[in-house]
């Protein structure tokens, strides 16, 4: 579902406030060109990513999905010198393009990018004593969001962000009865968010050029109530 409305205005948004330098230019251009599907996030969110890094101070940010880097980008350029991106990829073409991309903007010194399926670097990290991080971003295979966000407020620390995208899927998420197996998952995700009293979320619903879709973003380490 995609609707020229939607699109119009994200145009008019990313014009105004999100708006392209050479670098992010020519890491879509560059992602376009080696063949990467066209499904990063928008400008809009990639600047939404950014002012909450930005925010909150993040120093540590972990993520999950990198493609060719862009939200990755729109991220790393909110940390300080002395920051660190750990982004994860489990396709090795996409990686060597973000690779590219990632450099280009000169953030190779911020970004660690590790390659292989995200639940086989997580033990990787963990053996590091990796994080805790200040802001993970879950963005890589979506049946397996509900994993990569247990194992993200494990290595949180109270006032850590988490944000998890694609969680509406069209408006699926609210079909009991979904046998979409990514559908499944995103509402595995809301029941066990429910039912963690370490986390307060919630879920926004977006459209845009990429369609109707939606974002949960979650506060660790204070519960709601
Ligand atoms: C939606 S794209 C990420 C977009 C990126 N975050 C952006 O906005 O620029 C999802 C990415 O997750 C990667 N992916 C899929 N399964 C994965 C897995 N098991 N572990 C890590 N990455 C995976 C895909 O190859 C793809 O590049």
Do not use: C
Not at 133 to 155: C, E, G, M, N, Q
Request: net charge negative.
């Amino acid at each position: 579902m995609a609707n020229a409305t939607w699109s119009a205005v994200d145009d008019y948004v990313a014009g105004l406030l999100a708006p392209h330098d050479e670098a992010l230019d020519a890491a879509v251009r560059a992602s376009g060109e080696a063949g990467l599907p066209s499904i990063q996030v928008s400008p809009p969110q990639g600047m939404l990513l950014h002012l909450l890094a930005k925010a909150m101070g993040a120093k540590a940010v972990l993520e999950f999905g990198t493609l060719g880097g862009y939200s990755t980008i729109w991220l790393a350029r909110a940390l300080p010198e002395d920051g660190r991106l750990v982004t994860l990829e489990a396709e090795p073409r996409f990686a060597e393009v973000a690779g590219g991309n990632i450099a280009r903007a000169g953030l190779s010194g911020l970004v660690d990018l590790r390659v292989g399926p995200a639940l086989d670097l997580l033990p990787e990290l963990e053996a590091e004593g990796a994080g805790p991080f200040d802001l993970t971003f879950i963005d890589a295979d979506k049946v397996h969001t509900p994993d990569y966000f247990a194992w993200s407020v494990d290595r949180s620390h109270p006032g850590s962000l988490i944000v998890a995208d694609n969680v509406v899927r069209g408006g699926t998420l609210a079909e009991a009865d979904s046998d979409d197996p990514t559908t499944a998952a995103q509402r595995r995700l809301h029941e066990e968010i429910a039912a963690d009293p370490r986390v307060g979320a919630t879920t926004i619903q977006t459209v845009g050029g990429k369609g109707y879709d939606g974002f949960t973003i979650a506060l660790v380490g204070r519960s709601a109530s």
